[in-house]
């Protein structure tokens, strides 16, 4: 008992002598002295250092301060004294590297890249031990480019004045390929079905310009996902795989080999919504009744993320901007039960929009486009939104959004940051058909005077007629969300040699689009022409009934839903608009009727379906006139290709004139990284359909009612001189008189 006691005197007394030894080296710091510093100033040094004088440093502090000193990376080597009051720091300083040298290496996009994600850069200090972590780094980097036996050393040449030369040897060697992919496990369904799922590919001859033949970590990571969500949306809910083996075979390629784990196939049990107090239910009414349809049948993400979707939506509703939704997935034996909370989370609003990156652009055009402002809720759906809307202008080649913290918790600061892009451009376009051909070319600016007005002058020739249009459009005029638009044209067209009449039709329009409910616009067009028609004895009875002028003014309108997810490259939704055009003054009154039709659809991440439907009638308003030879319906080229523009339908003396009805519909498949990054183009697959017919002025015509149709690839690729479009089209079936078009290409550049 007495020896414990002791003892624990003992040990209380040491701790005391300990802390008055340490107590008793502490002393004040009254100057502070620097040796062998050259680039560091000593102020410098005391600032890292967060020296104070005329405070106690001990032992404890002084380690603290050389750590500090030794993050900073300007010195290899520290020693700190203080004595009687004078705190002296003797230092040497880490050499500068002056530049960075990759030998082997030749590709100017391959330094920036390896730049990017190496520590030691040009001007800052050479610490010894990042440079090995700078080339496990760069090994990494072009391994994920398939380079696997990448060799990487680096050496310091010193220069004068403490500074280097960094230079890296770097010996790529051969890029792995992958010679054979195989799938193990229980994976139940076919290699080649699967093969089709991963982006990886085995290497053939005919891939020469694929890089998905290239062995690539990161790309064998994304099989994997996209592999496991395959399964999951077959209802395999716990499904594993995994790339178990990349093998090398001399002379082979790699051997790589997923490992599939696929598991029970789950059904859902239930689905259902949790709704908290103080929301009103009746919100999700709408979504809660496709839950029952779901019941027992296999499990999918994809239902729950479009749910999950609806909710989100919802979130643009004023009463509904803060909720909050949790997916809870409960697994009970083959079965999984999905449960959403709905709450009530916590409310953020606006504090500021801030704009950055315009010089040219006024910030008004870009405010314009936002779907939240200043003090409004905050929503991440509609400030995706509002970045499509700018995105969708086509005057920026960029545009990013970053949200900060506002000046109190609840507030949050939006910056959208914009990179301006050339918005002239000249463009020319040509059609080659078994016919002759057709060229044009115009002008086209998308923000004049950086107010975002688009002007559009163009000039289409053939061999028979010349068309000039000019029009101007303000997308958001006055800042009110309402487009305004101007359009003045003439068209002359000179048939008297071959069907004995020419005819010209010249004059404005002038309209506006404005939203009247939600998705729903309306769009007004107020126009007059004068129209002259000249005939010979060549021209057809009827042909010459109505030769001489005539001045028209009509009202066009349309009733548009636009229920697309955004205006830039929709993916999901649809656009569906009536549109009639009513003669005010005609001495040859007309009424057309229209419907148009597009809708799309992401069957998977790139691959983008989409639909079109087109469709015309125009009858005549007077018992004594016919419909005018000028308003004549044709179908568009950009609705109907395969063939050339108004030569398909009924003819009058080997001459085209159109119908009175006239439809088409067209599918369209964006094909998913087809063709290499690289070379930036987009390759789709489109099959057209249309037909027009219908003659009121004379039975005698065939009226030409056989459906067309045509096949092919289109290509839009943007190149450095501007964007390149072309299409191949084959038709597959034709009337005897309709002239196709195999080939058509447009060509413009920025300025």
Excluded: C
Excluded at 101 to 121: P, R, S
Excluded at 250 to 255: A, S
Excluded at 327 to 350: A, C, P, Q, R
Excluded at 507 to 513: A, C, M, R
């Amino acid at each position: 008992m007495i020896f414990r006691s002791m003892k624990k005197i003992l040990l209380q007394s040491l701790f005391f002598f300990i802390f008055a030894i340490t107590i008793s080296y502490a002393e004040i710091v009254k100057k502070v002295k620097v040796v062998g510093n050259v680039r560091v100033s000593p102020e410098t040094i005391v600032m890292f250092g967060d020296i104070k004088i005329n405070e106690d440093y001990n032992a404890q502090k002084i380690n603290k301060l050389s750590k500090q000193l030794y993050d900073t990376d300007f010195f290899s080597y520290l020693e700190i004294n203080l004595i009687n009051g004078l705190l002296e720091i003797s230092v040497k300083e880490n050499p500068i590297i002056q530049s960075l040298v990759f030998n082997g290496i030749k590709a100017k996009k391959h330094k920036e890249a390896i730049k990017e994600v190496i520590e030691l850069k040009e001007k800052t200090s050479y610490v010894e031990n990042k440079l090995i972590k700078d080339i496990q780094k760069i090994k990494t980097a072009f391994r994920n480019l398939g380079f696997y036996f990448i060799e990487v050393e680096a050496y310091a040449k010193e220069n004068a004045n403490n500074s280097i030369d960094l230079i890296y040897e770097i010996n790529r060697g051969k890029r792995a390929k992958i010679g054979k992919i195989v799938f193990i496990g229980d994976k139940k369904f076919k290699d080649g079905k699967l093969r089709g799922i991963i982006t990886s590919e085995e290497n053939k001859a005919w891939k020469f310009l694929s890089t998905k033949k290239y062995l690539n970590q990161n790309r064998i990571k994304l099989d994997t996902r996209l592999l496991e969500n395959f399964y999951k949306s077959k209802g395999y809910y716990q499904v594993k795989a995994l790339a178990t083996n990349v093998l090398y075979e001399k002379g082979e390629g790699f051997l790589l080999t997923y490992n599939i784990e696929s598991g029970k196939r789950f059904r859902f049990q239930d689905v259902s919504l949790k709704i908290s107090e103080g929301l009103d239910k009746s919100f999700f009414t709408q979504i809660a009744k496709d839950f029952p349809k779901l019941k027992n049948k296999y499990y999918s993400p994809k239902k729950i993320i479009k749910i999950l979707d609806k909710l989100n939506k919802l979130s643009t509703k004023k009463d509904l901007q803060f909720i909050n939704s949790k997916l809870i997935e409960t697994v009970k034996n083959d079965k999984i039960l999905v449960t959403i909370n709905i709450s009530e989370g916590k409310k953020y609003f606006v504090e500021r929009v801030n704009i950055v990156g315009n010089s040219v652009t006024e910030d008004n055009v870009i405010r314009g486009e936002l779907e939240v402002d200043e003090g409004d809720p905050y929503s991440l759906l509609l400030l995706d939104k509002s970045v499509n809307n700018i995105k969708s202008r086509n005057i920026f080649g960029k545009v990013n959004k970053n949200i900060y913290e506002g000046s109190s918790p609840e507030l949050k600061v939006i910056t959208i940051e914009v990179e301006e892009k050339a918005t002239g451009e000249i463009f020319a376009g040509a059609g080659v058909g078994s016919s002759g051909g057709t060229i044009g070319g115009g002008v086209k600016e998308n923000n004049f005077l950086g107010r975002g007005v688009k002007l559009d002058a163009n000039l289409q020739l053939s061999e028979t007629s010349i068309r000039g249009k000019f029009s101007a459009t303000n997308p958001n005029f006055n800042y009110s969300g309402n487009e305004i638009r101007f359009t003045a044209e003439s068209t002359k067209t000179s048939k008297m040699t071959s069907f004995g009449y020419d005819s010209s039709k010249t004059g404005f329009s002038l309209g506006t689009t404005f939203e009247q409910y939600e998705d729903i616009f309306i769009s007004p067009d107020l126009s007059a022409y004068y129209e002259s028609l000249s005939t010979n004895d060549n021209a057809s009875t009827s042909l010459k009934q109505q030769e001489g002028t005539y001045i028209d003014t009509e009202l066009r309108y349309s009733v548009i839903q636009d229920k697309r997810d955004q205006n830039f490259k929709p993916t999901e939704g649809y656009r569906a608009s009536f549109n009639q055009k009513l003669p005010l003054y005609s001495e040859s009154p007309s009424l057309i009727n229209g419907i148009d039709y597009s809708a799309y659809h992401s069957f998977s991440d790139g691959f983008i379906g989409s639909l079109r439907f087109h469709g015309r009638t125009i009858n005549s308003l007077s018992s004594s006139e016919d419909v005018k030879l000028s308003e004549r319906l044709s179908i568009p080229g950009r609705y109907l290709r395969g063939f050339e523009v108004g030569k398909i339908g009924p003819v009058d003396a080997s001459d085209y004139i159109g119908g009175n009805y006239v439809t088409a519909l067209g599918f369209n498949a964006g094909l998913p990284k087809l063709l290499p990054n690289f070379t930036n183009a987009d390759v789709s697959l489109f099959l057209d359909a249309g037909n027009v017919w219908g003659i009121d002025y004379d039975a005698n015509i065939d009226e030409s009612n056989k459906l067309r149709s045509a096949f092919g690839v289109s290509i839009d690729w943007f190149t450095p001189i501007g964007p390149l479009s072309f299409s191949f089209s084959e038709a597959i079936t034709k009337a005897s008189t309709d002239k196709p078009e195999s080939f058509r290409f447009n060509i413009g550049t920025t300025f």
